[in-house]
């Protein structure tokens, strides 16, 4: 663990910081160790692709990719739990319900005051 | 009507017969040539409102700026498509071009006809080229689910109004628009006249979209070629709000009890759809989702029925029309470079391409309704006609606009502004094809402001 050096294009992650490490487990400092050197890779991978000089076409970053996949196409993976039934429920299903009541109840009051004769027109508007 | 149909007719053998060099050219060419006719049916020249009439077609205040609409996109769908079709065999090419004719055609006759037979089947015709440009011409594999969709989604919803038009034919004797419009309410028994009504629009309500059965659109839109999404986007979905204002003259009496529902989805639509569109990663996806939203408030103005709802209802159709195939022609010209179409990899453009930062500074501020654009005038209306209604929906439609004009202002941002991704090495620079191409969609914009006249459509 004390030989953990930094690598070029890898600084040292938080978790293996020598004045925080003592309280950690050393299975936790290896498996983080290990994360660091996977990403220590793959931005080199990365950089060679970036500053290669007969590079012409884009670079792929299967990262991005895969996040825009993700974002882009949340159904198939959908899981109905309290929380997702409780968001459709708040923003799909009750306010439709909500509305209705509301321009129902406001166009009968209106109806009625028509057919009364006391609904006032101050502007004289078209509609 | 015959001197558009037949150049537009002519224009599949031109694109068969001309050499390689010049097909691209003179496709366009004809297609000017058939926008610059079709101008003359603006200008309307009766009171009874349907002028050019022949028995199977006419046009009226309503049509007439939808058919100019559609008429000028094909030119401009032309010259979009070029760049990208530069690599297909010619083959392909003609039969492209062929696919984008034969649509226009079958436009064309639904916006004209008289007969709601004809109306149905031309509108069933366009679905047929719109599905083979998406997915053959599509750009990723997604297209093939996107062209199921938007094919069942319209399919599916427009065979009740089959029937109901049948019905109806049965019932008064005439499927003509213009007895109709003069016949009274039709005698139908009580429940049968709900599943009428809501057979009727429908097919209209899925193509608008409405918002519970849109999702067919951002799949179609972002899917589609570019040439597929501007017909799309300015064309196809003002198909159906043009049919329900055609159909709401026979079903008028229960409207007022039955368009609750539809109304209600309409406004929540326009709020919700907005606020996707604020947390989308895919730009085209952002452009389909802003097309719901403002077809929400189209589908609220045609479902109350009032004159100015109707007025408002077609600016913002023909306005929404231009504003939206612009985006997506610019969209197309940043995909073209950057070949993806995630927004935080094409930042920074008007670093690297200053012209075309201002397209879309214009196109992103007519997108959010700036004053004295059309897209302001009729989404005003809309407001207006909304609030006659129920002073509650200004609830609904203010907070819309503001969603608009973020999510219109972080598209910007986000394409324009920020620091230039530095895996691009190489962007070509804009052609002068697409400056064109930009020009074309926002001179007529710019022009309406000066006389908005001509798409007022015949409820003034």
């Known amino acids: ?127 | 009507m015959l001197k558009i149909l037949i150049p537009t007719l002519l224009l599949i053998p031109t694109s068969w017969l001309a050499k390689a060099k010049w097909l691209w050219p003179t496709t366009l060419l004809h297609s000017f040539i058939i926008t610059l006719f079709s101008l003359a049916w603006l200008k309307n020249t009766t009171e009874t409102n349907w002028s050019t009439l022949n028995p199977y077609m006419a046009t009226d205040p309503l049509s007439s700026p939808l058919l100019t609409l559609t008429c000028c996109l094909l030119p401009l769908m032309i010259l979009a498509s070029q760049n990208h079709l530069a690599q297909d065999p010619l083959v392909r090419q003609r039969i492209y071009i062929t696919l984008l004719v034969t649509l226009q055609l079958s436009l064309i006759m639904a916006f004209a006809a008289t007969e709601l037979t004809m109306f149905y089947v031309m509108f069933e015709t366009s679905l047929i080229p719109t599905l083979i440009l998406i997915t053959r011409w599509g750009n990723q594999m997604e297209r093939l689910n996107a062209g199921t969709y938007f094919l069942f989604y319209t399919l599916a919803s427009s065979l009740p109004l089959l029937i109901t038009l049948l019905a109806f034919q049965n019932k008064t004797g005439t499927l003509s628009l213009l007895i109709i419009q003069l016949l009274g309410p039709i005698p139908i028994s009580p429940y049968v006249n709900i599943i009428w009504w809501t057979t009727s629009l429908l097919a209209f309500l899925v193509k608008m979209p409405l918002y519970g059965v849109h999702l067919w659109l951002p799949k179609a839109h972002v899917e589609a070629p570019i040439a597929g999404s501007m017909i799309l986007a300015a064309v196809l979905l003002k198909l159906g709000g043009y049919g329900m204002m055609r159909l709401m003259l026979i079903l008028s009496p229960l409207a007022k009890e039955l368009c609750y529902p539809f109304i209600i989805l309409a406004l929540w639509g326009v709020l919700m759809t907005s606020s996707i569109c604020l947390g989308q990663t895919d730009l085209k996806s952002l452009i389909a989702y802003s097309s719901v939203s403002h077809m929400g408030l189209v589908a609220a103005a045609i479902l109350i029925q009032t004159p100015w709802g109707l007025t408002g209802a077609l600016i913002l159709m023909i306005a929404h029309g231009l504003t939206s195939s612009a985006l997506f022609c610019l969209a197309n010209t940043n995909y073209e470079r950057t070949h993806t179409r995630t927004m935080i990899l094409t930042r920074g453009s008007q670093m690297i391409l200053p012209l075309m930062a201002t397209w879309w500074l214009i196109t992103c501020l007519a997108n959010l309704a700036l004053p004295p654009l059309p897209n302001l005038m009729g989404e005003l209306i809309i407001i207006s006609a909304l609030l006659g209604w129920s002073w509650w929906t200004i609830i609904f439609t203010g907070a819309g606009a503001l969603i608009t004009a973020t999510y219109s202002l972080y598209m910007y941002l986000m394409t324009q502004r920020g620091p230039v991704p530095n895996h691009m090495i190489s962007m070509n620079p804009s052609h002068s094809r697409e400056h064109l191409l930009l020009t074309l969609h926002l001179l007529p914009l710019l022009l309406l402001v000066f006389k908005p006249t001509t798409i007022w459509g015949s409820a003034y």
């Open chain 1, 1 to 127: 663990m004390a030989d953990y050096r930094e690598a070029p294009l890898a600084s040292r992650p938080k978790s293996l910081d020598p004045n925080e490490y003592f309280n950690l487990s050393s299975d936790f400092r290896r498996a983080e160790e290990d994360r660091a050197a996977i990403r220590a890779n793959l931005k080199r991978q990365y950089q060679l692709q970036l500053n290669n000089p007969l590079r012409k076409e884009l670079i792929e970053d299967p990262a991005l990719t895969q996040w825009v996949y993700a974002r882009t196409n949340p159904y198939p993976h959908f899981r109905p739990t309290y929380k997702t039934s409780l968001l459709g429920a708040v923003f799909g299903v009750v306010p439709l319900f909500v509305m209705y009541y509301i321009f129902k109840t406001d166009r009968d009051r209106k109806e009625e005051q028509i057919k009364a004769g006391t609904f006032k027109r101050p502007f004289s508007l078209s509609s």
